[in-house]
């Protein structure tokens, strides 16, 4: 019988999951509404049946579960426990998750955040599966980052490394919801452009921001100006980590990157423009795009799983 995991990427909107074997392949894939404002106990429940009929599935296809993985948005500790999460999970926070799955289920549970599991999805089977350290930033409704080190997140003392959204660009600028003010992700997150159009006049750009880019390519001023403002406040952040950590390359998640080199050429050019010489250049540091799109949560909450179970 093959071996597999399941992998799960508990979201706002949406629940993803999927089993894969300990060689990348992900057998089956779903995607759930998570119907996040039903509360905690909900939520608990709609895993662990997503988790059981994995378990199902994965008899039917002659598959042995090793453990499962979950990747979830938040600050996660190193005991599987929430330790913070915004609104869009409600009462998310204190939740000790691996905990209450492993009685729930009956098998090993491996938690972390799910930019981690990103970074590490990237890792195995996308844009970083040559290299064994990279830095890898998401840009989303939030800003979060995860370092690789050795092919595996770094999570710092209490597993809460990456909060690289709430570095601060700007004294006395834009509130943001960790209750500081001018973090980097009130001005290069999606929210953040959505609100930066909104300010412009441009209330369908801010409702929908791929009017934006389709904009901004047929010509528009107005247009060019706001993504070339916007993709100088993500190089300010970038600069900042790439001084922080020195790292052999960068990958951006998140849908926005699906805009490609009208995101990325700009970005380049002012990570350029911002970085101390050596640091970004000579050779040029590759900042990449994702490659596994809204997969890359399962896929890493799977590696976790595979890497966690063996240890």
């Known amino acids: ?24 392949e992900l057998i089956v894939d779903r995607t759930l509404p998570t119907y996040s404002e039903n509360g905690k106990e909900a939520l608990l429940n709609k895993i662990e049946e997503i988790a059981k009929n994995g378990l199902e599935e994965a008899s039917y296809h002659n598959l042995h579960i090793l453990a499962l993985g979950i990747g979830t948005a938040g600050f996660i500790n190193l005991e599987g426990e929430i330790g913070s999460a915004t609104a869009n999970l409600p009462d998310w926070k204190g939740t000790p998750l691996r905990a209450e799955l ?56 209490s597993g809460y490394a990456g909060a690289y959204g709430h570095q601060v660009i700007q004294m006395n600028g834009v509130p943001c919801t960790c209750g500081s003010a001018g973090c980097w992700e009130q001005y290069a997150s999606v929210t953040a452009l959505k609100r930066q159009a909104a300010e412009a006049g441009e209330k369908a750009w801010a409702e929908h921001p791929r009017l934006l880019f389709d904009e901004m390519r047929a010509g528009n001023k107005k247009a060019q100006d706001l993504i070339l403002q916007y993709t100088e406040y ?78």
């Open 1 to 24: 019988m093959q071996q597999a995991v399941i992998g799960i990427d508990i979201g706002g909107t949406n629940i993803k999951a999927g089993i894969v074997t300990l060689t990348g």
């Open 102 to 157: 492993e009685k729930r289920i009956g098998i090993s549970v491996y938690v972390d955040n799910d930019v981690n599991m990103l970074a590490l999805g990237e890792r195995w089977q996308g844009s970083g599966k040559d290299l064994d350290h990279f830095l890898c930033v998401s840009l989303g409704t939030g800003i979060g980052g995860c370092l690789i080190l050795n092919g595996l997140p770094y999570r710092g003392r």
């Open 234 to 311: 993500i190089a300010v952040g970038l600069s900042n980590l790439i001084h922080h950590f020195n790292p052999p390359a960068v990958i951006i998640g998140g849908a926005v990157t699906e805009q490609g080199d009208v995101l990325f050429q700009p970005i380049r050019s002012f990570v350029q423009k911002f970085t101390m010489d050596g640091f970004a250049d000579r050779p040029d540091v590759p900042i990449l795009p994702a490659k596994l799109g809204n997969r890359a949560g399962v896929v890493g909450a799977a590696k976790l799983a595979i890497v966690r179970s063996k240890a």
